[in-house]
């Protein structure tokens, strides 16, 4: 796991469990290590290329969505590890959803490229979704929609969710995948 610092940084998980850093996503291809990221009402998601034998492990929040850090994830896979991306298989985990997400114009604004038809109401305050904020950057960045699959609970409705939001507290959700060995 890594300290997650609500950055874009990625870091490659190493031989052992452990904590290895600061950042907000891990890659890792060894066999028998899982890579998790903890959230409440950010946005958790899993990645696997199952000919590469990689992994990836992402926690979103609306820093992360808009420092685009599952498409640089994605990259990271190509890059390092010869992903095809067409060939990944993304799971989006369960964050605040529109419905709940209420944000300020100066986060709003940093959304305009993702959400081009809102053109008009990004300048002020509004609802966020970071799921479909990041299903499509996760798209553009060439998985095809088939093989994204998203949970669509909203954190904050669903009590069976820790909600920073609601809850105020130090409760906190894992999603974790890794290579059988
Ligand atoms: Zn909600």
């Given at each position: 796991m890594a300290k997650q610092v609500h950055s874009d940084r990625i870091l490659r998980a190493g031989e052992s469990a452990g904590y290895i850093g600061e950042g907000d996503a891990l890659v890792s291809n060894n066999a028998g290590i899982y890579v998790g990221v903890r959230t409440a009402d950010c946005q958790p998601i899993l990645i696997v290329d199952p000919d590469r034998r990689v992994v990836a492990a992402i926690h979103a929040g609306w820093r992360g969505t808009a420092a685009r850090i599952a498409a640089k994830a994605v990259g990271r896979l190509r890059r390092?590890?010869?992903?095809d991306s067409t060939r990944l298989v993304v799971a989006i985990g369960p964050c605040i959803r529109a419905c709940c997400f209420e944000v300020g114009p100066e986060v709003a604004i940093q959304f305009k490229e993702l959400f081009p038809e809102r053109d008009g109401e990004l300048g002020k305050k509004t609802h966020l979704d970071l799921t479909e904020a990041n299903r499509r950057q996760i798209a553009a960045a060439g998985v095809p929609d088939r093989n994204i699959h998203i949970v669509p609970l909203c954190t904050f409705c669903s009590n069976e969710f820790h909600s920073y939001r609601r809850d105020k507290d130090k409760g906190r959700m894992v999603s974790a995948i890794g290579i059988i060995g």
């Open positions: 390092d590890f010869g992903s």
